[in-house]
């Protein structure tokens, strides 16, 4: 976890060196709101199947090519069929009548780089903050909650703006999230698309 420390330091340090002085931008915010696909990574490979996620984004835009923001929003995904079977082997008789869902709420504060100022506008970016997650299990209809954790998580991310209109933009964007615990390795990828208002 060390080096990936290192990476999200470098990066953050790399775009605050390389600021546009003479910034149209400056001082522009943005609201996006996006959703999309959420695939597990690390030991959640083993455990979970593909689910949904949605975001909810802020950015404040420093230079042209530079922004900071913060982004939330709820990532879920079932249990699979392998784990699914094993518990209900040991706890539930009945397997189709179970259901297990793991749930993560990602709060970060995020720093972008920007590498072009026109209406298409790639970039990458990283982030720091925490996660708090927990499990739900739904049995022959009683739904339960296992007890809910927080740590620390770092993200990194790519992705790309389209300008619609003055106002509006579209944003595509790929981004893995490492939640930072011991002798786990919990993580996930997300997939989304969203809309992002200029105001």
């Known amino acids: 976890m060390r080096t990936k420390t290192k990476i999200l ?31 597990p990574g690390g030991d959640l490979r083993d455990e979970c199947s593909s689910g949904f996620d949605g975001m909810a984004s802020f950015r404040y835009f ?21 784990w699914i079977e094993y518990f209900s082997n040991n706890q539930y008789p009945e397997k189709d ?6 749930h993560f ?9 920007f590498f072009a100022k026109e209406r298409v506008r790639p970039y990458m970016g990283a982030g720091l903050g925490m996660t708090i997650w927990s499990a739900t299990t739904e049995y022959q209809g009683t739904k339960s909650r296992s007890n809910v954790w927080s740590d620390f998580a770092i993200c990194f991310h790519l992705g790309s703006l389209f300008e619609l209109t003055k106002k509006w ?25 969203g809309v992002i208002w200029n105001l």
Do not use: C, W
């Open 9 to 39: 330091l470098i990066t953050v340090l790399t775009t605050l060196l390389l600021p546009n002085l003479y910034a149209q931008n400056r001082g522009q915010m943005k609201i996006g709101i996006a959703g999309g696909v959420s695939l």
């Open 62 to 82: 420093l230079t042209d090519r530079f922004a900071l923001g913060i982004q939330s929003g709820l990532v879920t995904m079932p249990v699979n069929e392998m």
């Open 97 to 102: 009548a179970l259901e297990i869902n793991y």
């Open 105 to 113: 709420i990602p709060v970060m504060i995020t720093a972008d780089h």
């Open 169 to 193: 933009d579209l944003g595509f964007s790929a981004e893995y999230q490492a939640i930072i615990k011991d002798r786990v390795d919990l993580g996930y990828i997300t997939l989304n698309g």
